[in-house]
T-cell receptor, first 113, second 115 residues
Framework: DGGITQSPKYLFRKEGQNVTLSCEQN?????MYWYRQDPGQGLRLIYY???????QKGDIAEGYSVSREKKESFPLTVTSAQKNPTAFYLC????????????FGQGTRLTVV | AQSVTQLGSHVSVSEGALVLLRCNYS??????LFWYVQYPNQGLQLLLK??????LVKGINGFEAEFKKSETSFHLTKPSAHMSDAAEYFC?????????????FGQGTILTVHP
């Protein structure tokens, strides 16, 4: 089945540690996105990439980093510079053309203690 | 820049009653509009979308929405609520073009359905 796989589903880390969230898609989609979700704030865009080896900052990129070495993969690193990293993180992908919508993974809930 | 406002962070209805979730948008160019649904600790699932053409769009699970340019609105409706409709709903806007797939979301509306 085609889809977007995020792992792990739950992640616990100590304050000050970097952590990497995985996102893989087998939909052959061109673009991939990372969103952060906090209660009552909707989803906010962290980073996105429309082509391999290129990515752009979203609205809340500070404290995060990404890479896009393969079309299928778009890992997100939450660094120690992110002041409030506890959140639900959603990865999405989309295809060029008329469809326009984004397809989402199941999310990773990161808790920093 | 575009923005989305969802009126009402919580909506409660009885089973069988009309569901109306409100969404207003702001966009400097013709918008593309979406409604997504999210169940607890899950990703988002597309309910329906408006791109061009007919302004009344039908989606999955009996939902529909109407694009009203004059009111800058894209409200989501369902004639008869079911218990399984209880979830959080997000309205989103895109400007398309080179920004395909890049969405700006509203704050979300939690729908509760009472027996």
């Amino acid at each position: 089945d085609g889809g977007i796989t995020q792992s792990p589903k739950y992640l616990f880390r100590k304050e000050g540690q970097n952590v990497t969230l995985s996102c893989e898609q087998n939909l052959n989609h061109d673009a991939m996105y990372w969103y952060r979700q906090d209660p009552g704030q909707g989803l906010r865009l962290i980073y996105y990439s429309q082509i391999v080896n290129d990515f752009q900052k979203g609205d809340i990129a500070e404290g995060y980093s990404v890479s896009r070495e393969k079309k299928e993969s778009f890992p997100l690193t939450v660094t120690s510079a992110q002041k409030n990293p506890t959140a639900f993180y959603l990865c999405a992908s989309s295809i060029k053309g008329d469809r326009l919508e984004a397809f989402f993974g199941q999310g990773t809930r990161l808790t920093v203690v | 820049a575009q923005s989305v406002t969802q009126l009402g962070s919580h909506v409660s209805v009885s089973e069988g009653a009309l569901v109306l979730l409100r969404c207003n948008y702001s966009s400097s160019v013709p918008p593309y509009l979406f409604w997504y649904v999210q169940y607890p600790n899950q990703g988002l699932q597309l309910l329906l979308k408006y791109t061009t053409g007919a302004t009344l769009v039908k989606g999955i699970n009996g939902f529909e929405a109407e694009f009203k340019k004059s009111e800058t609105s894209f409200h989501l409706t369902k004639p008869s609520a079911h218990m399984s409709d209880a979830a959080e709903y997000f309205c989103a806007v895109s400007v398309g073009g080179t920004s395909y797939g890049k969405l700006t979301f509203g704050q979300g509306t939690i729908l509760t359905v009472h027996p």
